[in-house]
């Protein structure tokens, strides 16, 4: 199956930090990356799309120069939430599409951030 | 209006019920059709993918779509602890050769009672 990885799992930082996750795909190559973020009882929110080598389309809302999304290579995405807010405290998910499979995602176990 | 309605549940079932989970949608132009699994503090893992309406079955799980009536169902059958998740229906647009958004339903939580 196609695993996709992410890192840190979880982490607490202070208000004005920047915090940068890491979103690897471990047996294929990603055409696209996406990343989510996950409130509580709530659904996925895309955030953006990132393709290999170019820069990330962001969703409507989402502040570019508050996640800033780096896609370095085929298999590997990288979102940083810089200066970083209580309000900023979430789940946040990627997920990436491999060629051929274009319909479906997988998913990465996600990454929960808390600010303080 | 939301475009993809769920409800957040939960619904608790003894273990060995079957188990039926719903979304409604509003635009008529989605195409693909997904479930997803999602353990507590995990992220989404695929179930089903079906892109016509009918039925389509994999082991104890049943998806269904009715396009005339924009409801898509999962069935559960024997269901077991295991299967307590919360469960994400999504959906999407047909592909015009780039990538199109998928849009979740806020997912149905599950628990099943041994």
């Known amino acids: 199956g196609a695993v996709v990885s992410q890192h840190p799992s979880r982490v607490i930082c202070k208000s004005g930090t920047s915090v940068k996750i890491e979103c690897r795909s471990l047996d294929f190559q990603a055409t696209t990356m996406f990343w989510y973020r996950q409130f509580p009882k709530q659904s996925l929110m895309l955030m953006a799309t990132?393709?290999?080598?170019?820069?990330?389309?962001?969703e409507q809302g989402v502040e570019k120069d508050k996640f800033l999304i780096n896609h370095a290579s085929l298999t590997l995405s990288t979102l940083t939430v810089t200066s970083a807010h209580p309000e900023d405290s979430s789940f946040y998910i990627c997920s990436a599409s491999r060629p051929g499979y274009r319909e479906t995602q997988y998913f990465g176990p996600g990454t929960r951030l808390l600010v303080l | 209006q939301k475009e993809v309605e769920q409800d957040p549940g939960p619904l608790s079932v003894p273990e060995g019920a079957i188990v039926s989970l719903n979304c409604t949608y509003s635009?008529?132009?989605?195409?693909?059709f997904m479930w997803y699994r999602q353990y507590s503090r995990k992220g989404p893992e695929l179930l089903m993918y079906t892109y016509s309406s009918g039925n389509k079955e994999d082991g104890r799980f049943t998806a269904q779509v009715d396009k005339s009536s924009k409801y898509i169902s999962l069935f559960i059958r024997d269901s077991q602890p295991s299967d307590s998740a919360t469960y994400l229906c999504a959906m999407k647009l047909r592909s015009s050769g780039g990538y199109q958004k998928v849009t979740f339903g806020t997912g149905t939580k599950l628990q099943v009672i041994p």
């Open positions: 990132s393709n290999e080598g170019s820069k990330a389309t962001y």
């Open positions: 635009n008529s132009a989605f195409q693909y």
